[in-house]
């Protein structure tokens, strides 16, 4: 058995399970180191295990039939890939990888639904965290319909802010453009914006974070309620104080 302990782990979803929850997948866990660029998820493809991550951040991409791409969900210590499986869908189409590399545990896909079966409240959790997923979805919806482009940057800084929890946060400008659905040159003015603020410091494939609250202000209501959401329903907060 391995000696994975639920009081030290990492991942906030594990720490919230019931303990008998916890007690079923701690033999099938394994630690492992999660590269940049790692598929957690392969579009199409049905899923052998989920990650639930310690470190790094995973995004979730959508892609069109004629490959247009746009990140539609992160991924950190507060979440699980393959979130999917709970709906009872063997695959998806969208991708998800490895932004920021980390590490995380790794559970057969078997063992997991077999702990969610036996364990209702696990189950019902486990649904209020897909419910999150739905809602951080929505709101990434509205803030590109009703949002302009320093306020969605902004929220995007402070969602990758709070589930990296480091003020450097290992982002290009070329991920900052799919996760934006803008152009490259379009996400350096926008940089430049939030540097001018001293909200922000970018430097190559890095973006380090000056003054979050001045990023909670540029975004304003863009952000927020989902990350609410989550601490009511986890009974977790994802931003540690």
Same mark, same amino acid.
């Given at each position: 058995?391995?000696?994975?302990?639920?009081?030290?782990?990492?991942?906030?979803?594990?720490?919230?399970?019931?303990?008998?929850?916890?007690?079923?997948?701690?033999?099938?866990?394994?630690?492992?180191?999660?590269?940049?660029?790692?598929?957690?998820?392969?579009?199409?493809?049905?899923?052998?295990?989920?990650?639930?991550?310690?470190?790094?951040?995973?995004?979730?991409?959508?892609?069109?039939?004629?490959?247009?791409?746009?990140?539609?969900?992160?991924?950190?210590?507060?979440?699980?890939?393959?979130?999917?499986?709970?709906?009872?869908?063997?695959?998806?189409? !969208?991708?998800?990888?490895?932004?920021?590399?980390?590490?995380?545990?790794?559970?057969?896909?078997?063992?997991?639904?077999?702990?969610?079966?036996?364990?209702?409240?696990?189950?019902?959790?486990?649904?209020?965290?897909?419910?999150?997923?739905?809602?951080?979805?929505?709101?990434?919806?509205?803030?590109?319909?009703?949002?302009?482009?320093?306020?969605?940057?902004?929220?995007?800084?402070?969602?990758?802010?709070?589930?990296?929890?480091?003020?450097?946060?290992?982002?290009?400008?070329?991920?900052?453009?799919?996760?934006?659905?803008?152009?490259?040159?379009?996400?350096?003015?926008?940089?430049?914006?939030?540097?001018?603020?001293?909200?922000?410091?970018?430097?190559?494939?890095?973006?380090?974070?000056? !003054?979050?609250?001045?990023?909670?202000?540029?975004?304003?209501?863009?952000?927020?309620?989902?990350?609410?959401?989550?601490?009511?329903?986890?009974?977790?907060?994802?931003?540690?104080?």
């Amino acid at each position: 058995m391995s000696d994975f302990s639920q009081s030290t782990v990492s991942n906030l979803l594990l720490r919230a399970l019931p303990a008998d929850a916890f007690d079923l997948l701690k033999p099938a866990m394994e630690l492992v180191d999660l590269p940049l660029r790692f598929e957690l998820v392969a579009p199409d493809v049905p899923n052998d295990v989920v990650y639930f991550l310690e470190r790094g951040l995973g995004s979730i991409v959508a892609t069109s039939s004629d490959d247009e791409t746009v990140e539609v969900g992160h991924i950190g210590y507060e979440g699980m890939s393959g979130a999917h499986v709970l709906l009872k869908v063997p695959k998806t189409p !969208n991708k998800t990888f490895m932004q920021a590399e980390g590490s995380g545990l790794s559970v057969p896909t078997t063992v997991f639904l077999n702990m969610v079966k036996q364990v209702p409240p696990a189950n019902d959790l486990l649904l209020r965290y897909v419910h999150c997923c739905e809602l951080q979805l929505a709101h990434s919806a509205l803030a590109n319909a009703r949002y302009n482009m320093p306020e969605r940057l902004a929220r995007w800084l402070l969602i990758c802010h709070d589930r990296l929890q480091t003020d450097d946060l290992p982002l290009t400008h070329e991920f900052l453009s799919i996760m934006l659905g803008v152009r490259r040159s379009g996400v350096t003015n926008e940089i430049h914006i939030l540097e001018g603020l001293h909200a922000i410091k970018a430097t190559r494939g890095n973006v380090k974070i000056v !003054n979050r609250q001045k990023l909670e202000d540029v975004a304003g209501g863009a952000y927020g309620i989902p990350e609410l959401e989550y601490e009511q329903y986890i009974g977790i907060p994802i931003r540690k104080a």
